[in-house]
């Protein structure tokens, strides 16, 4: 689904615009595009006049996470960081986009058993062989403890080291989640991590309303959401866990919107003639959302965060 908010935000005409997974479409055969055929934005791939709020909402998301995380890793290795670790890889296509950039770097993509063999059969049938500097983890977040993980794969917790944890800590539960962060606490000082997330308050949300659309069908598909940050205390939570936050915010705030979503004429990427895509909710929960609004800052983040020197 995501990959397919990638693919969808690639095609756009205008580059500043244009989701830069260039390879996101290459992975989604029919295969994977029937899989996602009940998802409005798997079917915005093969039916362009689709328009529901979430193939349009997706592909605003993908676009902001795709773009910060692509400038972060850019400036990770220009920084001196010589490790780049993919937790949760799913259909990530880094190690093959950036393979130039991450020449000389050891890369590991660290994902449970069944994903990534699935994840590793796609890549090479639609990209070719793997990079020679790209390792496979597999880890459970839920179970295994990743530091070990990743020193047994040849990973070295002395080298400054980039680690994505994108799109995946609302699958995994609290402990899991504290878990692995400590375990990345652990890497060399000045290593960074970037992080989306959502909040408790979010969580609760969708719980209260589990017959929203996309939530129903990540029920349905056995994967629902059950993490989430405490609700305006972000960076507190990461400061605990032995990050120092370098950039926290909303992908729906001013400064996403600013940053990652308006053209060069001042126009904004997914905005309609009516204001920004919304999806149908109930009265009832309208106002859910609006009290959830007075007391999250972010139902959706992103993070940077540097591991602490201690
Ligand atoms: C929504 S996908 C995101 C994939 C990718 N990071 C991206 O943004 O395209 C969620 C990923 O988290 C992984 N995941 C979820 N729970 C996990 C767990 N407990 N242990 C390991 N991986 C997990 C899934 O296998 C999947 O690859």
Redesign the pocket.
């Known amino acids: ?3 397919a908010g ?1 693919a969808f935000g690639a095609r756009e005409a205008d580059p500043a615009m244009r989701n830069p997974d260039s390879l996101a479409e290459k992975l989604l055969g029919p295969e994977e595009l029937a899989l996602i055929q009940q998802h409005p934005i798997g079917r915005a791939l093969t039916n362009p006049t689709e328009s529901a709020y979430e193939a349009v909402g997706t592909a605003v998301m ?1 676009l902001v ?1 795709t773009k910060f995380i692509d400038e972060k890793l850019r400036q990770a290795i220009a920084g001196g960081a010589r490790q780049y670790v ?7 296509t880094r190690a093959y986009r950036f393979a130039d950039l991450l020449d000389g770097l050891r890369v590991f993509e ?3 058993g ?3 063999s699935y ?1 590793r059969r796609r890549a090479e049938a639609a990209l070719g062989s793997p990079p020679s500097n790209l390792t496979y983890v ?7 403890k990743l530091m070990e993980a990743l020193v047994r794969a040849g990973f070295d917790p002395a080298i400054k080291t980039f680690f ?5 800590c609302m ?3 609290e402990e ?1 989640v504290t878990e692995t962060l400590r375990a990345m606490a652990q890497a060399a000082p000045g290593s960074t991590l970037v992080m ?1 997330y959502t909040t408790r308050g979010a969580i609760d949300f969708m719980m209260q309303f589990p017959e929203l659309g996309p939530l129903k069908l990540l029920n349905e598909w056995g ?1 629902p959401w059950v993490f989430g940050l405490p609700d305006g205390q972000e960076r507190e939570f990461f400061e605990t866990l032995g990050f120092e936050p370098r950039e926290v915010f909303s992908m729906f705030s001013k400064e996403a919107v600013q940053r990652y979503l308006t053209r060069a004429d001042g126009t904004i990427f997914g905005m309609r003639a009516g204001g920004p895509p919304r999806p149908q909710l109930s009265p009832e929960a309208q106002a859910a959302a609006a009290e959830l609004a007075k007391k999250s800052s972010a139902f959706y983040g992103i993070a940077e965060l540097t591991v602490t020197v201690s």
């Not at 993919?86 to 990530?92: E, P, Q, R, S």
């Open positions: 689904m995501v990959a990638r993908m996470r993919i937790l949760g890889a799913g259909f990530d660290v994902d449970s069944a994903t990534q994840k597999t880890v459970d977040f839920n179970r295994d994505t944890w994108e799109g995946v699958y995994v539960a899991g989306d994967e």
